[in-house]
């Protein structure tokens, strides 16, 4: 393995997490408000169960209120939108979380745009969107802010560093793209349909891989020292028969090169959930 810092997700979302806690505690005491967060799923999709419930786990081990509505895969769009409108007015309620994907016959624009903005603690909404582009205080994407915090552990002022974001979903690469501008970094973002990606990648003093294709970016397109942030989570065949994850990245090879890099798992993943935690605190604190 070769000299790159390994950059510990799992560590630095524990350390978030406990900061976050610690907050809901002050809260608590200071305006006896408990931050609650509401999660809503629709269907049985087994990773998205998985998702919700250590989700609501670990709201709970962070002091919060965690309100969970699983609801039928044939659940009517009206029925789900009516849903999202108590929880709006519900003033136990302090974020709202709507697990994507849902059932193709519910328009997921439509019940993000029902969400209160005040309460979209995944930074969804076309006003939280706007915030963000714009530069205001804003409910941002809780994986790309996963992956700044993570950026700045290694180097906390990233001021005019070249900045390569590699897939532009409104989940994770665009919304990347914007903390990163925040941070007044020269961003570029690589795509499906960008020519010499290993040329564009190359650039990158940071390097942010979120396209979903197994270690795709290899060892030879990262610039020496650079900072590497893997958000990919791929399950692939293994030698034993078995299946493994891997990023985005050849992680083994980028490791030569990189001045630090993220594991996958134990990189970004566990940084999601405890992002979301901090905009369920924030969205409570926010509250007049
Ligand atoms: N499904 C996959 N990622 C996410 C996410 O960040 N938020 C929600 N609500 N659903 C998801």
Request: charged fraction near 20%; glycine fraction near 10%; aromatic fraction near 2%.
């Amino acid at each position: 393995m070769g000299a790159a810092r390994i950059i510990d997700g799992k560590a630095i979302a524990a350390a978030v997490r406990r900061e976050v806690a610690a907050g809901a505690a002050a809260l608590q005491r200071e305006r006896g408000l408990t931050p609650g967060l509401a999660v809503v799923l629709v269907g049985e999709n087994p990773a998205s169960q998985v998702y919700v419930r250590s989700k609501a786990k670990a709201t709970r081990e962070a002091g919060m209120l965690s309100i969970e509505h699983t609801l039928p895969a044939e659940t009517p769009e009206a029925e789900l939108l009516a849903l999202i409108a108590d929880l709006n007015r519900r003033g136990d309620v302090h974020g709202i979380l709507v697990q994507l994907p849902l059932p193709k016959h519910i328009d997921a624009g439509k019940v993000i745009e029902a969400i209160d903005p005040a309460k979209d603690v995944d930074g969804f909404h076309p006003v939280n969107v706007g915030r963000l582009a714009s530069g205001a205080k804003a409910l941002a994407p809780c994986t790309p802010t996963g992956c700044l915090i993570l950026a700045k552990s290694v180097r906390a002022e990233l001021a005019g560093l070249e900045a390569v974001v590699i897939g532009r979903s409104n989940i994770v690469g665009k919304p990347m793209a914007q903390l990163l501008l925040g941070e007044s970094c020269t961003v570029t973002v690589a795509h499906s349909r960008t020519r010499d990606l290993p040329g564009v990648v190359r650039r990158g003093d940071l390097v942010v891989a979120a396209v979903g294709r197994p270690e795709m970016v290899r060892g030879s397109w990262i610039k020496p020292g650079a900072i590497v942030i893997d958000v990919g989570i791929n399950r692939v065949p293994a030698a034993d028969g078995k299946t493994r994850l891997v990023g985005d990245v050849a992680y083994a090879e980028a490791a030569e090169v990189a001045g630090a890099i993220t594991p996958v798992p134990g990189g970004v993943g566990p940084m999601t959930i405890a992002c979301l935690l901090k905009n369920t605190l924030d969205a409570a604190k926010a509250k007049p």
